[in-house]
């Protein structure tokens, strides 16, 4: 299993370019989230989705767009990039958890965003 | 959201158990109390999950008191690669799905 995959791992933007960021993961997964990380900060959830076909608004929503067409795989778009948008986003899945059960959420390796 | 607060920074030993304390003053019925572990370049990787009481792995304890406002997360004979950032995560992936809020997490640093 290669768990949750990132792609791609490195990308510079100028300001107002677009880009996708893909996330994908085998381990057949129902919830999915997209987080970005700043530097010496911690991780805020930028939208999620509880399965296929549906998406909802984490805490920093704004100048994102997601979808999830396919179950193994969420999409983080950048529509019109900004400076403020540099960041490392990451992705993680999880189980949803049964009462008493484990909900553990598993990220991928990140994806270095710089916004020039 | 419950709202969690750790603090900032700590220092330890090689061999010494260290034991971070989380604040979760508004944690609803039905939130569990997750730590994570996140290196430098990586994504964060789960440690260990309770409810209440006493939990233990082959890594961690994690200890919860009644009232479950706070959490104590306790890494026993710590070594440098524990090094690390360490978060506590309040949530409920049962009726609140995917609303998990991370803190600003606790840098650990260990020491020789």
């Known amino acids: 299993n290669a768990g949750v995959t990132q792609t791609p791992k490195f990308r510079v933007l100028k300001t107002g370019q677009s880009m996708t960021l893909l996330c994908a993961q085998d381990m057949n997964h129902e919830y999915m989230y997209w987080y970005r990380q700043d530097p010496g900060m911690g991780l805020r959830l930028i939208h999620y989705s509880v399965g296929e076909g549906t998406t909802a608004k984490g805490e920093v929503p704004d100048g994102y767009n997601v979808s999830r067409l396919k179950k193994q795989n969420f999409l983080l778009g950048l529509e019109s990039a900004a400076p403020s948008q540099t960041s490392v986003y990451f992705c993680?899945?999880?189980?949803?958890?049964?009462?008493?059960?484990?909900?553990?959420?598993?990220f991928g390796p990140g994806t270095r965003l710089t916004v020039l | 959201l419950a709202k969690t607060t750790q603090p900032i920074s700590m220092d330890s030993y090689e061999g010494q158990e260290v034991n971070i304390t989380c604040s979760h003053n508004?944690?609803?019925?039905?939130?569990?109390i997750t730590w994570y572990q996140q290196f430098p370049s990586q994504g964060p990787r789960f440690i260990i999950q309770g409810y209440k009481t006493k939990v233990t792995n082959e890594v961690a304890s994690l200890f919860i008191p009644a009232d479950r406002k706070s959490s104590t997360l306790s890494l026993p004979r710590v070594s440098l690669s524990d090094t690390a950032v360490y978060y506590c995560l309040v949530d409920d992936s049962n009726t609140n799905a995917g609303k998990s809020t991370f803190g600003d997490g606790t840098t650990l640093t260990v020491k020789p």
């Open positions: 993680a899945s999880s189980y949803p958890a049964l009462a008493g059960g484990l909900n553990e959420q598993f």
């Open positions: 508004n944690i609803a019925t039905n939130d569990y």
